[in-house]
């Protein structure tokens, strides 16, 4: 295993460490859940679990793109009834699950996640952490001249009423974990393949199937690179969410 570590920010009550990681560590679970930021969970699970972390709180940040195609469910999601196995198994998709909620979700090398922990004994409310990151993440978006995108739902990033964006938390006393999967520019007919009509919807969703309801930032208008975007969302992401740390 290899990883850098820095320190990012010293914030009046806090301190932030960020690191990415360059050997993937897969988590060892029934479902293998295999991208990369497997480690940033083993450690987030790690310190909660062993109390092992700064007493000022800790924050780990990843900003990736993909290694490869994949189905990763929510923590409570039933396979057979979120996935068309048939279609994953024909096409060598691997079907993984994550420790947070939400519905299950496809992945491909044209999408981006931001995923990050926080280790602390005074963990912040599940809707500022939705609120604050997703924020930031619009900031990133607007600085490579993304326009029009909006916070929609309890957890989604849209652009018209289609979304670009989800995410989802897993938390327990000591730890929270926030994954945020960006729709670059993967068709949302491939998402459709292999995904079921969720069973949970936010409101502004009105059942449309996921061809109607689903879009990407290319789609959408953006022109930028996956190293501009990667580089964006690490600059805003860096320097607003050490304020998680603050409460």
Known sequence: MVAIESRLSKAK???AKVFETLIPIFMKSDFGYKLDDALLI????EGAKNGEFDPLGELSIMVFRPHQSCVVMGQSVKVAQAVDQEACR??????????????????????????????SKRLPP????????LA???KALQSLAMKGVEHRGISDLAVEDRKILGCAIYRNKNM????????VEESSQVIAKYLLHPQKEPDYRLSRK????????KREG????YGALNNALKEYLYQDLPLLLEI
Do not use: C
Not at 126 to 133: A, D, G, I, N
Not at 210 to 217: A, G, K, Q, Y
């Open 13 to 15: 009550f806090a301190f």
């Open 42 to 45: 083993e450690r987030a699970l």
């Open 90 to 119: 024909l096409d060598g998709i691997p079907i993984w699950q994550r420790p947070s909620g939400g519905e299950s979700v496809f992945i491909s090398a044209n999408m981006m996640i931001v995923s990050y922990s926080i280790l």
């Open 126 to 133: 599940s809707k500022m952490v939705f609120s604050l990151t």
């Open 136 to 138: 930031s993440i619009i």
């Open 176 to 183: 929270l974990i926030f994954h945020a999967v960006i729709n």
């Open 210 to 217: 996921h061809e109607d309801f689903v879009s990407s930032l």
């Open 222 to 225: 953006f022109e930028g690179t």
